[in-house]
């Protein structure tokens, strides 16, 4: 007995920590509306994926654009999502980038040490888990 309730709570954490499951910390310091479906909070570098105004994935580490290419602040919605983008403005590889500006910034896989020319930087698992969540049209509040 005491085995098959050992496996049952190690299942359920594998469960928990596949999909993110956020703890009550996390949840109550989201600082974005209901209506976010991705929230950055850019002076912690954290970001979270959103329903409906409850935590489904994060706070998570990110890194956004160094001060001559800022992450601008404000409310924006998901233009397009390229799984293999590449910029030829800045020469390198975007994994999982999903846009939400006109002007080109993107959630994508990048270094968590390094500052972005304005994207928000997310380790692998979580572009996979933005890419996969977030879709055109989808609100993505970026606030201070």
């Known amino acids: 007995m005491k085995w098959r ?3 049952a709570l190690a299942g359920a954490a594998a469960v928990a920590a596949t999909i993110g499951f956020a ?7 989201a600082p974005c509306s209901a ?3 991705a929230c950055v909070q850019l002076h912690t570098g954290t970001a ?3 329903d ?5 994935r994060g706070g998570v580490p990110i ?3 160094k001060p001559a290419y800022p992450t601008p602040a404000g409310t924006f919605h998901v233009q397009y999502k390229d799984i293999d983008h590449y910029s030829k403005q800045f020469n390198g590889p ?3 980038s999903v846009f939400f500006t006109n002007t080109g910034v993107a959630f994508h896989q990048g270094s968590l040490k390094v ?3 304005g994207c928000v930087h997310l380790s692998h698992a979580d572009a996979v888990a933005f890419y996969n969540t977030l879709h055109p049209g989808d609100v993505v509040e970026v606030v201070k």
């Open 5 to 7: 309730i050992t496996a």
């Open 23 to 29: 703890d009550s910390a996390n949840a109550a310091t």
């Open 35 to 37: 209506q976010a479906k």
């Open 48 to 50: 979270w994926l959103m």
């Open 52 to 56: 409906h105004g409850t935590v489904v």
């Open 63 to 65: 890194t956004v654009g």
């Open 94 to 96: 975007m994994p999982y």
């Open 115 to 117: 500052q972005s020319h």
